[in-house]
């Protein structure tokens, strides 16, 4: 394993945290997870659905960012809990926490102090809001406040959250980034550092072209559903005669000219409403009427077949269970049996180093 001698310290909780922790996990280091046991661990031990065993000290939530880690209970405020972390910290090459601001400090687990034990450590602190506001930060707070829940859902209805916590999904990935360049730099010159990150700042720089629409061209994102607000039809479904959903991504007037050919009406490409991209946007209700009942002539499988055929982007809208039956995705399903418990996750680490 690419890390493996690399020793990590977490002293996070929840999921942005821990999920940072998981990543060095699978690449190999050693990661060494402290919990309160005054709280009986991490909070979302006890996060669990109706059908998990109400007794159990893992939760299927836990289960998805925890995989391969060693568990201390330890308390941070006893003065034998406290040199217990001191001696792990002096060992360790990573620290990851996500305490609000001052509390590390509160705690003595702050990188001016672990620092001291160990001068080369690098420490990583993911906060809500930045080193100088100490909200606590819940992602779907976040999400209202960066502009995710007004632009998402569709037209009319209320603000929408996504189905994930994805703040916190984006947060993680920013401080993984900076603690593997950390590790870099410290190869070349053998010093520490100190890495932070913020959900707020994560959430707004993964805005994209949402912010750009509105930095540029003072256009407020408003939910539109599934739809691409620049390109038609990308994100609109067809219904498939045996009542399956297949989306579609057209991204170019070429894969439109396809998708016209498969479903019988190779004219449409050449209407004056439909030949360019910006013609389809300008008519995309008119579009989508005309092109919806053509579906039904297939069976989704009968429909993809022939799309792919033809080079035109399109999927399946799967569930769970579906999405997992995929041969591809269900080898990256990881096992681990964690007090007497099956738990079962996606790995965190999508790429592969040759």
Same mark, same amino acid.
């Given at each position: 394993m690419i890390l493996q001698g690399i020793k990590v310290l977490e002293l996070a909780? $929840? +999921?942005?945290g821990p999920s940072v922790g998981m990543f060095f996990a699978e690449l190999g280091a050693t990661v060494i997870k402290i919990e309160n046991p005054s709280t009986h661990g991490d909070m979302t031990r006890s996060w669990k659905l109706p059908e998990e065993d109400p007794q159990s000290n893992i939760s299927a939530y836990f289960a998805s960012v925890n995989w391969g880690k060693q568990h201390l209970f330890i308390d941070l405020k006893s003065p034998e809990g406290k040199k217990q972390v001191y001696q792990l910290a002096a060992d360790s090459d990573? $620290?990851?926490?996500?305490? %609000? &601001?001052?509390?590390? %400090?509160k705690l003595g687990m702050d990188y001016a102090t672990l620092s001291k034990l160990k001068p080369n450590i690098i420490y990583g602190h993911l906060t809500g809001y930045g080193d100088e506001d100490d909200r606590a930060a819940f992602d779907v707070v976040l999400q209202a406040e960066t502009g995710y829940m007004s632009s998402?859902? *569709?037209s009319g209805g209320e603000p929408l959250k996504l189905p994930l916590a994805m703040i916190d999904i984006l947060g993680a990935h920013q401080l993984k980034e900076g603690l593997v360049l950390a590790l870099w730099q410290r190869e070349k010159t053998g010093k520490g550092a100190y890495v932070t990150a913020s959900l707020l700042a994560a959430a707004v720089s993964a805005l994209s072209n949402l912010a750009c629409n509105w930095l540029m061209a003072g256009r407020i994102a408003k939910p539109i559903g599934n739809h691409h607000a620049t390109i038609t039809p990308y994100g609109e479904l067809l219904t498939t005669a045996d009542g399956k959903k297949t989306v579609l #991504?057209?991204?170019?007037?070429?894969? *439109?000219?396809? /998708?016209?050919?498969?479903?019988?009406? &190779?004219? +449409? #490409? /050449?209407? &004056?409403?439909?030949?360019?991209n910006h013609d389809r946007v300008c008519h995309r209700d008119e579009l989508m009427a005309v +092109?919806?009942?053509l579906a039904q002539q297939f069976t989704r499988? #009968?429909?993809? #077949? %022939? /799309?792919y055929a033809l080079k035109v982007p399109a999927g399946p809208v799967l569930n769970m269970q579906e999405v997992f039956a995929i041969p591809a995705i269900a080898a990256m399903v990881l096992e681990e049996e964690v007090d007497g418990i099956l738990t079962k996750r996606p790995a965190t680490v999508g790429f592969s180093i040759q």
């Open positions: 909780s $929840v +999921l942005a990573i $620290v990851i926490s996500n305490y %609000k &601001p001052g509390d590390d %400090k998402n859902g *569709f #991504a057209v991204g170019t007037d070429k894969q *439109f000219t396809h /998708l016209c050919e498969v479903l019988g009406r &190779p004219e +449409l #490409a /050449l209407d &004056p409403h439909y030949q360019s +092109l919806e009942p499988e #009968a429909l993809l #077949a %022939k /799309l």
